[in-house]
């Protein structure tokens, strides 16, 4: 699976974010607006880029933001750790989305984390496994993520909503230190907003820390990437700061686009963060 954000998407989010013009990217990346603009159109950078200049203007760090067009990728996530896991990748119009389903190895409940655009894989992966359909947990309310709700709320009638979404009924809201218990599985939410002003975090606690915790965050945060968050862009990195990279670096991140990652590779790598 390749990185949701190429270096031109990046440029294009944080320059927007910042309020930068085109031509004053171009001035601080060492090239003329026209071939700028293309870096922005390809996300592929000439080798008198400046990406130092160019981080230091955006608030991006510069060595980090190089290694995109290079072909950095997250290692390769070990998913025998997580049995009891499954990432659902469903896509329409050209748009790629990632949801997530775990459950108890030995009650066979089972929560879903997002939607995606089709039910169809879902209902697969829960048949397959003789799996009931206890919770579902909506990181944020944009379109691509809860798609499919309709469908799963008609075959499973009694499952359990969870959402930061102003318009749910209040018994479906998350609120501050909830926790679910899924068999042996606990879990807890943590407000990211930013690319969402209804954004959440879910954190599935496993088998103590083996295998590690699993971070659900919707697009508070991709491998190499943050979602984009205009002009909430500095609450939407606090609060990855705050409530993803607090947690131990062997957390995996489930992003709501593109390939999974951890704590540490995001830490180590992603040029949002300074």
Known sequence: MTLEDSLGDILRK?????????????????????????????????????????????????????????????????????????????????????????????????????????????????????????????????????????????????????????????DQRNRPNDFTMLGSLRITNRDTPGHAEDGVTYVVGMWGDDPPHVAIVGDAIFSGSIGGAKQFLELARQKVRDQIFSLPGATLICPGHGPLTTVAEELANNPWFV
């Open 14 to 170: 944080a320059r927007m974010s910042a309020n930068v013009t085109p031509e004053a990217a171009a001035s601080a990346a060492g090239l003329s607006a026209q071939d700028y603009a293309a870096v922005e159109e390809s996300g592929k950078a000439p080798a008198t880029f400046d990406f130092g200049a160019i981080g230091r203007l955006l608030s991006l760090h510069g060595a980090k933001l190089e290694r995109i067009p290079r072909g950095w990728l997250p290692k390769p996530v070990d998913m025998r750790a997580w049995r009891e896991f499954r990432m659902i990748t469903t896509a329409e119009d050209g748009t790629v989305v990632n949801a997530y389903l775990v459950w108890d190895e030995v009650t066979k409940e089972a929560a879903l984390f997002d939607t995606g655009f089709d039910a169809a894989p879902i209902f697969q992966h829960l048949d397959a496994n003789g799996l009931t359909l206890k919770h579902l947990f909506i990181t944020h309310s944009h379109v691509d993520h809860l798609a499919a709700l309709a469908p799963i709320r008609e075959r499973f009638p009694k499952v359990r909503l969870h959402s930061n979404m102003k318009s749910a009924p209040v």
